[in-house]
């Protein structure tokens, strides 16, 4: 039986001391059981509710219910010395700021006092007229610590924009389709994503993007910017953007599409040349590419050209298994720590295109894991590479991603290609240079490499 709160049983014992016991639990409040024992002469019969108890003496039944009176207003009384406790004795956002403040006053990172942190916090929480959002000035001092890094790839990134990060790496996310980076102080289109919403714009590699909807992007963060770029379907941004040799900017209107696309694409031409296309290493890109490598396979193609134009990068360990694919043996990358340990990655002979001729096309687009492959095929003079020279993005960055759904991408190493050039540093230059104007009406990139096969 349930009554105001509290539970009552009473059972049937002989010659014991049966247990009342009654449990309230406020919300959000402690709880308090307390047990009662009273001594029983007789029997008292099982019941629900208070019962009514036989008994030779009305004395007897009238002792008995003071009893039961007494412990009532015991009960209350404990009650709501706990809910009072329970209220005042809580948790406030003040009270925690202020354990947590003496808990790190002195804590140092380096040789810096973060007292100073602490003391500003205070101040704004003790003075500041407007309201104060605690959790967007924690993501903004998160912020601001890592932008004091200097290095564009280490990022924090709140709940949002960590699962939008992640959305494009899976293929689906609904904005403009371009990969952008920060070079110099600049915001710069890494490439426009095959397809996309940003291509059909005009938008290309090294377009220095100016202002977002009228909104300069000098004082926005790199996750600001993603974050203005991407938008529902259907809408539009307006990107100011400034181009290497045209004087005046650029004004682009795209409207935002819902970008999904397979990581992976190939076709066999009458020749019998299968061109692989990798626009990204994304989560479907180990299988995409297994199924295309069994297409070679399977239909008898006699060489490879391996397209990796516009690929800004994604997952490492994609690019390495794409590398292996066509190597015996020997280095495919090597990651450098910043205290001197290196860590070496290498063929291991299990690839199925171990001797079949490849060509590697490549061009300013082409960053991080792509050039890794093509810097590894290079080195072994098991392909020549095509194009132009790539964008040059040679760091590693692990993520580590936090309870509340945010996560920190920090620069943890330095890639180097089997010969030990850095591929930050230069990028990747290519055995062939082919150009283009932006008046060509053929893929003369991809012609060039066919015919360079065809020779071979």
Known sequence: MVYSGCSFRLGETEGTSPLVRLGHEPQGRRTAHVALFFYQRGKIPTGVGFVIMKSKSKNLLVKRLAVVAAGLVLLTVIYFLGVTQGYYGRITASSFASVFKQELQHKQLGKTDFGLFWDVAGELQDKYFGDINARDMLYGSIRGLVAALGDPYTIFADPTENQQFFDTLNGSYEGIGVELDIVDGALVVVTPLEGSPAEAAGLKPLDQIVSIDGESVLDMSFADVLSKIKGPSGTQVILVVGRKNVKEPITMKITRQTIKRDSVAMEIDAQKIATIRISRFANDTDAGFEVAVNKVIAEGAKSVVLDLRNNPGGFFDSGVKVANEFLKSGLIVEERMKTGEKTSFSADGSGRLLDIPVVVLVNEGSASAAEIVAGALQDNKRASIVGETTFGKGSVQEVENFADGSALRVTVAKW?????????????????????????????????????????
Do not use: C, F, H, M
């Open 416 to 456: 180097y290609t089997p010969n030990g050039r850095s591929i930050g540093d230069a990028g990747i230059k290519p055995d062939k240079e082919v150009g283009l104007t932006g008046k060509e009406t053929t893929d003369v990139q991809l012609e060039a490499a066919k015919k360079l096969l065809n020779v071979k």
